[in-house]
C-alpha cells in the first residue's frame, strides 16, 4: 500500500495545463490514474497529474508549463516497461506526459517502404494497418508498445537477428526538449541516406524520455514474408549452443528470422494449467529452441526441413517438431507470462557476446548452486544474439526486496558484466529495477557524458529519468 | 598552385610529438606530404605536420600536445573522401593526425560473427582476411577507406538496400576526445544488445571526426553468400523506376543486394576507349539497372532469372544481359572512375525519398535544360536507397569556381532539398565542396546542436571539421 502524503500541485497550475490542452487533456488524483501509475509488472508510483497532449504544440505547452512552475515531469508511452522507467515516484509530485493521444500522423509511404507516425500509434494498430498492404514494421515483442516508448527503450525482441532493433529500422524522429527555447528536433523522413554530421535522432533512441519527449518517428517497414515456418527442436545433449547458432545462420541464411531458447525449467513451467503445449515440444528434458525462417517465396518450409534434417546429420539435435508457426509461439510467449507473475522472483534481461551463452549459463548455475541452492534459474531469451532472460524463482516466503535481491542481483550482474563483458540490461532498459547497476557498471566518463547531454538538452532539469547520475525519488518494488 | 606563405610549427613542439610518436610518428613539411594534403579529386592543401600515432595512447598525447600549443589538428583516414574533408586548409598551420598507423588490433570472434579492429585498417585488407573464414563486411564502395574513416563518414555504397549501412553494422568505437583530460570513450564489444541510456557511439558515426578522433572499431560481419548472380537491364520506355524497385523488392526477397542505375548519358562515356563494356550492356539509349543478389545456397541463378522473366512479363523491361557478376560490376566501377577525372565538370552526391527519385530526375533535366541547357547531366547512383549521384559535364572552357558552380549547386540543391526533401548529401559528408549547403538547408536547431555537442567534446577548439558552425581556412578547389 502507498501511505506517503501526496504532495499536491497547485490548482491554478493545473487550471494552466487544462486550458493548454483542452478536455481530456488533464487527469489529476481524483480520476482513476492506476494504468499511468503501475507497470505491468507491478512497479507502482502516484501521479500528481497527467497531461495527455494530442500534438507537438501541446507537448511543448506542457514541458514549458512544468518548467515555469518548477514540475518534474516523466514522458511515457504505453507504460509496458519492465524496469520501472515509466512509473513516477511516490512523492505524488511528479507529471506524467503520457504520448497516447499524439495520434495525428500516419503516413505510409509504400513506395518508400517508411512509415512515418506520431508517438500514440501502438504496434498492434501499425502491424494491423500495414498488413492490408502486405507490409509490417519487423518488432516482435510480447507487450504493445507504441512508437514513442518503442524509439525511447530501442525495443528489440525476436526478430533483431535478421531485422534488427529499433535503432536499425529508425529513419528519423521529432521531439520537443524541455529547454527555455521550447526547440524541436525534426528529422522525420523517409529519406534512407543523409549524411550531413550528427545524426540528432541517435540522442532519442534508447534515452527512456530523458533529453526530449518525441512525439513521431518515421521508419522503414518490411514486406510480409510470403511463406513461414518454425519448428521446436530439442538440442542433443552435448550440443554446443555456439554450433546450432553457426548451422541454422549458414543453411538458412538470410531468411533466419527468430532463435529462441528455453530451458528445462522454462518447459517444466507449462506442466498442469498448459500442459497441452507440453505435447508439442519434442523432449523436455533438453534446451529447446524455437527457430523460424520467413522467405519471399513460397520455399520456407522445405528450407526448414534441409536444415533440421542436416542438423540431425552433425548429432546437434535430439528430435524436431515443426507445425503451424502461430500455434509454436504459442508456447515461446506463455512462459513470460507465467514467469511475470511468479512470486517470488527475480528477473534479469542480459546480455553477452553470443559466442559466451553457453560459459555463461554454465557459470551462472554452477555460482547459483554454490551460493543459492534453492534458487531455480529459468532461462529463455533471443540467444543468437546474445541475450538471456534469466527468471530465479525463489523458495516461497522469500523477500524479494533488500538484501536477498541485492545479493543475487550482485552475483548475476558481476558475472555478466565483469566475468563476461555482457551487459546488466540488453533490452529493457534502466529504471529503479535495476538503477544500482547503472551505478555499479557504467564507466564514469559515459555516465558523465550523459549528464552532460542532459544539461545540454534539459538545462533546467525538468524531465525524470534514469538512465543518468540523478535518480528520482523512491518508488515501489511490486508487492 | 599554392602560393600561400607556410604557418610554422615551432621546432619544440614538433620535438615534442616525435618525443611521443617515436620513430616515423612525425612526418615535416620536408617529407613529401603529397597523399595527405591531397584527396582523390584534388581537392588540396598543405599540412603542417603529419602525425602518425600508433596506439591510443599516442593519440591522447598528440591531441594534448596539440593543444597546449593551440594547434588545430584534422583526422584524417586513407584520404579518400570526395567532398575535401580529409585535407588540410592551405595554411599550412594544420596539423593532420592520420589513422593509418593504428593497426594494433584485429579481433575476428567467428561465434559471434564480429571485428574489432583498430582504425588504419582498410576495407580491403580486411575483406581479404574475412574471406578466409568465408565472411564480409557488407559495405561495397570503389573507394578503400579504413576502419576510422567508415565510421566518420558513416560509408554506405551498393549493399545498403540489404546490410545497411556503416551505423546499421557498427556495435561499439573507442574514440579520444580533445577534452582535456584525453578522455576516452570506449563502447568496442562484439555485444549486440546492450541498453543502457545513450549509445555514445553514434557521436562518432557521420561525424568525420568533429567530436573525437575513431581509434578502433566493433562491426558485424555477414556469411560471404554461397551464390551470386548479376544482370543488367534496360527499362522499358514507359517503366517507371518506383515500379521496377518495388518488383525487384517483391521478387528477390531479402537476397536483393544492389539496385544501381546508370543513365545513357553514363553509358555514352564508354564509348571509344571503353566500348568493349558497351557490348554488355542491353539497350543504350534506355536507362539501365544492375541488379544483384546473394544466396546463402546455390539458387541466385534461378532465382534471378525468374525475376528477370516476371519483370518482362509485366513489361518492365526492354532486355536483360546476365552473365560473369564481377565482369557486370566493372561497367558499374568504370563510369565514376571516369566522371571524376571528367572536366570541367560538378558531382553531386543527393538523395529523396525513394518514391520521388524519377519526379526528381524530370525536375532535374527540365529545369536544368531552361537554365543551363549546355551541361549534360549524368546519372548514377544506389536509388532504391533514394540515392542519385548526379555529375553535370560543362562546356568546355567553363570555369567550375565561383558564379557558375554556385548558380548550378543552388538550382540542383533547391530542388533536391527545398523541391523533393532530400539531403545535399547522402553519402559524402560535409567539407569544403559542399558547406555552403550546410549553412542554407540544416535548420538552425540543428546546427546549433552539433556546435554545442562540439563544445562540449572540443571545449579548446582543437579538431578541425565541417558540418558544424565553425569552418577552417581556405583550401583548393580541384584544378
Keep these: 500500500m502507498i501511505d506517503t502524503v501526496p504532495a499536491t500541485i497547485a490548482p491554478k497550475v493545473i487550471d494552466e495545463f487544462a486550458r493548454e490542452l483542452g478536455p481530456g487533456g488533464v487527469l489529476t488524483p481524483e480520476d482513476d490514474l492506476g494504468r499511468y501509475e503501475a507497470s505491468p509488472n507491478l512497479w507502482s508510483g502516484r501521479a500528481g497529474l497527467v497531461l495527455r497532449p494530442r500534438c507537438t504544440e501541446e507537448v511543448r505547452s506542457s514541458l514549458r508549463i512544468a518548467r515555469s512552475s518548477n514540475l518534474q515531469v516523466l514522458p511515457q508511452g504505453a507504460n509496458s516497461g519492465l524496469v520501472g522507467a515509466s512509473v513516477p515516484d511516490v512523492s505524488g509530485g511528479q507529471v506524467v506526459l503520457s504520448t497516447e493521444r499524439l495520434r495525428s500522423s500516419f503516413l505510409l509511404d509504400a513506395a518508400s517502404r517508411t512509415l512515418t507516425a506520431s508517438a500514440g500509434w501502438t504496434l498492434a494498430e501499425i502491424q494491423d494497418r500495414l498488413a492490408e498492404d502486405g507490409l509490417r514494421f519487423p518488432i516482435e515483442v510480447g507487450s504493445n508498445p507504441n512508437v514513442g516508448g518503442m524509439v525511447s527503450t530501442n525495443t528489440a525482441g525476436a526478430n533483431v537477428i535478421r531485422y534488427g532493433d529499433v535503432r536499425k529500422r529508425l529513419l528519423g524522429v521529432q521531439a520537443v526538449l524541455p529547454d527555455r527555447a521550447g526547440t524541436v528536433i525534426d528529422t522525420l523522413s523517409p529519406l534512407r541516406k543523409r549524411n550531413e554530421g550528427f545524426d540528432a535522432t541517435q540522442l532519442f533512441v534508447g534515452t527512456q524520455g530523458r533529453y526530449g519527449v518525441v512525439t513521431a518517428a518515421t521508419v522503414e517497414v518490411d514486406p510480409l514474408p510470403r511463406a513461414r515456418a518454425a519448428a521446436w ?151 543468437a544474439d546474445g541475450g538471456l532472460h534469466l527468471i530465479l524463482a525463489l523458495p516461497s516466503g522469500t523477500p524479494t526486496v533488500g538484501h536477498e535481491q541485492v545479493g543475487l542481483d550482485r552475483l548475476v550482474f558481476d558475472i555478466v558484466v565483469q566475468g563476461h563483458g555482457g551487459s546488466f540490461s540488453a533490452e529493457h532498459g534502466v529504471g529503479p529495477k535495476n538503477h544500482h547497476a547503472y551505478r555499479r557498471y557504467v564507466p564514469e566518463e559515459l555516465r558523465l557524458l550523459r549528464e552532460q547531454l542532459r544539461q545540454l538538452c534539459d538545462p533546467d532539469d525538468v524531465l525524470v529519468g534514469w538512465a543518468g547520475q540523478r535518480a528520482h525519488g523512491p518508488i515501489l518494488m511490486p508487492e
Tied chains: 1, 2.
Excluded at 254 to 269: Q, R, Y
Design 233 to 383: 527442436i530439442s538440442l542433443a545433449i552435448n550440443a554446443d549452443l555456439s554450433s546450432a547458432v553457426a548451422h541454422f545462420e549458414r543453411s538458412c541464411g538470410e531468411t533466419l528470422t527468430s532463435f529462441e531458447l528455453l530451458s528445462p525449467a522454462g518447459i517444466a513451467l507449462l506442466k498442469g494449467q498448459h500442459s497441452r503445449l507440453l505435447q508439442r515440444l519434442p523432449c523436455v528434458d533438453r534446451d529447446c529452441l524455437l527457430i523460424e525462417v520467413g522467405t519471399h517465396d513460397s520455399s520456407a518450409e522445405a528450407l526448414l526441413q534441409r536444415s533440421l534434417e542436416s542438423a540431425a546429420d552433425k548429432g546437434l539435435l535430439e528430435d524436431a517438431t515443426t507445425g503451424d508457426v502461430e500455434s509454436l509461439w504459442e508456447i515461446r510467449r506463455i512462459v513470460p507470462a507465467i514467469t511475470e507473475r511468479m512470486e517470488p522472483a527475480l528477473s534479469y534481461d542480459v546480455s553477452v557476446p553470443r559466442g559466451d551463452i553457453s560459459r555463461l549459463r554454465t557459470t551462472l548455475r554452477d555460482c547459483l548452486a554454490a551460493s543459492f541452492p534453492s534458487v531455480i534459474p529459468i532461462e529463455l531469451g533471443h540467444v
